[in-house]
């Protein structure tokens, strides 16, 4: 059975005080890694795709790396704006997307 | 970036009503989404479409029925309200292509059935 997790449920940082979130999935083929930023009372925001082992994406303070059987979101000296939950999901081949529960960042200045 | 809008964005009912949850997109994506999250769980597909005339059961089962008869439309319809469809409802769109599609999503509606 597909499955995604993410770890830790939460994290709480001071600006500035870099950190990475985890993702682990098991899927008989990956299609392909998401990475989502959804703010309360709102939908999912697309942040990154990623396709296979090795790759590795970057947006503002946001660096997102694959590899066979995780991906981990980097976050460089955030900021308090940078504070929501970030989901991972997986596109296994012939299935639907499978989304973990994701991480609720707190940044505090 | 993506335009796809839904309405309402918040909704309060008595059990029993009637409801349809509106999506739609502008970007001409062929496939819909409509997901299920409870706060702070997991979203749950609960159904989707591939394009006109197409219509799909997701993996979280759902008294919810959906239809598609125009590429930018996907509502939602609950025939009778209950507590327990207390939830938050998101609709997403992809384009179907070869690889991997990168689904967006809307804003969401809020439900809430008394």
């Known amino acids: 059975e597909d499955q995604v997790t993410q770890s830790p449920e939460a994290l709480r940082l001071q600006e500035g005080e870099s950190s990475s979130l985890n993702c682990s999935y098991t899927?008989?083929?990956?299609?392909?890694l998401f990475w989502y930023r959804q703010d309360p009372g709102k939908g999912p925001e697309f942040l990154f795709t990623?396709?296979?082992a090795g790759e590795e994406k970057e947006k503002e303070r946001l660096k997102a790396t694959l590899t066979k059987k995780e991906s981990f979101l980097h976050i460089t000296a955030p900021k308090p704006e940078d504070s929501a939950t970030y989901l991972c999901?997986?596109?296994?081949?012939?299935?639907?997307?499978?989304f973990g529960p994701g991480t609720r960042l707190s940044v505090l200045p | 970036e993506a335009d796809i809008y839904q309405t309402p964005r918040y909704l309060v009912i008595g059990t029993g009503k009637k409801i349809t949850l509106e999506c739609s997109q502008t970007?001409?994506?062929?496939?819909m989404y409509w997901y299920q999250q409870d706060p702070g769980m997991e979203l749950h597909l609960i159904h989707y479409?591939?394009?006109?005339?197409?219509?799909e059961k997701g993996d979280l089962s759902s008294e919810s029925t959906v239809s598609r008869i125009r590429t930018e439309h996907f509502p939602l319809t609950l025939e009778s309200a209950r507590p327990s469809h207390t939830s938050q409802y998101l609709c997403?769109?992809?384009?179907?292509?070869?690889?991997?599609?990168?689904?967006?999503f809307g804003p969401g509606t809020r439900l809430t059935v008394l």
């Open positions: 999901a997986v596109h296994p081949y012939g299935q639907n997307f499978v």
């Open positions: 970007m001409g994506h062929d496939k």
């Open positions: 479409s591939y394009g006109v005339n197409s219509t």
């Open positions: 997403a769109s992809s384009e179907l292509g070869q690889g991997t599609d990168t689904q967006y």
């Open positions: 990623l396709y296979s």
């Open positions: 899927v008989s083929g990956l299609r392909g």
